[in-house]
């Protein structure tokens, strides 16, 4: 099992930016890679970045390309979404997610995650 938190949410202007952070714990040595989800009200779940925690390649959405960064540090099992020049259409709850093995589906599939943190809120106003 895998554990995560998710924090740095809040209510931002547009413009701005945010730092989210997911702490993994429990069984992280067999992390093959995480993630970064957001939901909006009434929308599906959707994909944001992810990276390989091993090798650090990442990948993210077209929407978020060059706003959105993914990063991590092995040493702390810290999970990061810089996002930068937020927009309204940002405002979503935020979940970092972990998987086991590549052959576990598509990276870009909430199905392909088995383990979820509880989500941060990320309100972006006008």
């Known amino acids: 099992q895998v554990q995560l938190v998710e924090s740095g949410g809040g209510l931002v202007q547009a413009g701005g930016s945010l730092r989210l952070s997911c702490a993994a714990s429990?069984?992280?040595?067999?992390?093959?890679?995480m993630a970064w989800f957001r939901q909006a009200p009434g929308k599906e779940r959707e994909f944001v970045a992810a990276?390989?925690?091993?090798?650090?390649?990442?990948y993210s959405a077209d929407p978020v390309k060059g706003r959105f960064t993914i990063s991590r540090d092995n040493a702390k099992n810290m999970l990061y979404l810089q996002i930068n020049s937020l927009k309204p259409e940002d405002t979503a709850v935020f979940y970092c997610?972990?998987?086991?093995?590549?052959?576990?589906?598509?990276?870009?599939?909430?199905?392909?995650?088995?383990?979820w943190g509880q989500g941060t809120q990320v309100t972006v106003s006008s």
């Open positions: 429990g069984r992280t040595f067999s992390t093959y890679a």
């Open positions: 990276i390989t925690w091993v090798s650090g390649v990442t």
């Open positions: 997610a972990a998987r086991e093995g590549p052959n576990s589906g598509s990276r870009y599939s909430p199905g392909s995650y088995p383990y």
